[in-house]
T-cell receptor, first 113, second 113 residues
Framework: DAKTTQPNSMESNEEEPVHLPCNHSTISGTDYIHWYRQLPSQGPEYVIHGLTSNVNNRMASLAIAEDRKSSTLILHRATLRDAAVYYCILRVRDVQGAQKLVFGQGTRLTINP | DSGVTQTPKHLITATGQRVTLRCSPRSGDLSVYWYQQSLDQGLQFLIQYYNGEERAKGNILERFSAQQFPDLHSELNLSSLELGDSALYFC????????????FGPGTRLTVL
């Protein structure tokens, strides 16, 4: 399965931007990069996804390197509610054409007030 | 609230027993996914169903099985339970959204004693 590498933990301050890095050097041309987060005691929550171009939505921005071997999730102004485990995932298509998410260990983000 | 419901919220049972976990996807979503989250293994994809048919298989044990019914709800059956099966079990659903993002339910916490 395609793998991603993320730092185990990161810390930031409230109302400051946060850049969460992810390496995916074995990514193939059809793999989408997805980000999910898991707040304490909840199921994972979709954040953003992209293929080649940078993406923005109301929650975050996703910056994808030109060679697609790495990406960065950007939270523009972190709040205490953003404290969670953030997962960078490659959505891979298997030989039958089915798509699945392969979760890694994620980055535990702590936000300081 | 993701729109995905799971029952029961908690389940405590003994080794060797069999349990059934239930999931109702978001209205209109045809795909249902099952994941297991344990402390040592993280979030592991188990199986996907699409409109009643099995679509993709992950690290699902032979003691585990799932099905999706005509009304699109799904059940995950776990049998001959072992202590190591204690985990959080999440169900997710996806529709025809642009990124096929998955919407996760609140999970069922299974404790095997």
């Amino acid at each position: 399965d395609a793998k991603t590498t993320q730092p185990n933990s990161m810390e930031s301050n409230e109302e400051e931007p946060v850049h969460l890095p992810c390496n995916h050097s074995t990514i193939s041309g059809t793999d989408y990069i997805h980000w999910y987060r898991q707040l304490p005691s909840q199921g994972p929550e979709y954040v953003i996804h992209g293929l080649t171009s940078n993406v923005n939505n109301r929650m975050a921005s996703l910056a994808i390197a030109e060679d697609r071997k790495s990406s960065t999730l950007i939270l523009h102004r972190a709040t205490l509610r953003d404290a969670a485990v953030y997962y960078c995932i490659l959505r891979v298509r298997d030989v039958q054409g089915a798509q699945k998410l392969v979760f890694g260990q994620g980055t535990r983000l702590t936000i300081n007030p | 609230d993701s729109g995905v419901t799971q029952t029961p919220k908690h389940l405590i049972t003994a080794t060797g027993q069999r349990v059934t976990l239930r999931c109702s996807p978001r209205s209109g979503d045809l795909s249902v996914y099952w994941y297991q989250q344990s402390l040592d293994q993280g979030l592991q994809f188990l199986i996907q169903y699409y409109n009643g048919e099995e679509r993709a298989k992950g690290n699902i044990l032979e003691r585990f099985s799932a099905q999706q019914f005509p009304d699109l709800h799904s059940e995950l059956n776990l049998s001959s339970l072992e202590l190591g099966d204690s985990a959080l079990y999440f169900c997710a659903s996806s529709g025809r959204g642009r990124g096929n993002e998955q919407f996760f339910g609140p999970g069922t916490r299974l404790t095997v004693l």
